[in-house]
C-alpha cells in the first residue's frame, strides 16, 4: 500500500522545484513558444551543462517538453498553467513592491532629516 503524499507537501515540492532562478528564466523564456536550446544558452549566458542540469529538473517535473528537430533541440512549456502561473507571480511581485515603496515614502516623510552639526568636525 502507497502512503499518498498530502497536498500542501506535493505543493511545496512544485514550489521548490521552481526555486532556481535559471528555471525561471528558462520559464520565461519559454512562454513565447519553443526556444532551441543555443538561444537559451545565449539569452541566460551560463555553462550548457548548467543549463542542462536545469532544463533535467523541470522535464522531470513535466513542465517543460523537448522537441527535436533534426540536430536541433528545443524546449517548450508543456502547458499554459505555468505561464499563467508567472504571470500571477509577476503581479504578486508588483504589489509587493508597490506597498514597499508606499512604506518607504511613508517613513521619510514622518522622520525628517537629522540637522547636520554645526562647527564640530575637524579643522584641517
Not at 500500500?1 to 521552481?18: D, G, I, N, S
Amino acid at each position: 500500500m502507497t502512503m499518498q503524499v498530502p497536498l500542501y507537501q506535493a505543493k511545496a515540492e512544485f514550489f521548490r522545484m521552481l526555486g532556481h532562478p535559471v528555471r525561471i528564466r528558462v520559464l520565461e523564456l519559454l512562454q513565447g513558444g519553443p526556444v532551441p536550446v543555443r538561444d537559451l544558452l545565449t539569452e541566460i549566458e551560463i555553462e550548457p551543462s548548467s543549463l542542462s542540469q536545469q532544463l533535467a529538473v523541470l522535464r522531470r517535473s513535466g513542465i517543460v517538453v523537448s522537441i527535436r528537430e533534426g540536430s536541433t533541440v528545443s524546449y517548450a512549456l508543456a502547458g499554459g498553467d505555468v505561464a499563467e502561473l508567472l504571470r500571477a507571480a509577476r503581479r504578486i511581485l508588483t504589489e509587493l513592491l508597490a506597498g514597499q515603496n508606499e512604506l518607504l515614502a511613508e517613513l521619510r516623510q514622518a522622520d525628517p532629516p537629522l540637522p547636520l552639526p554645526q562647527g564640530g568636525g575637524r579643522r584641517v
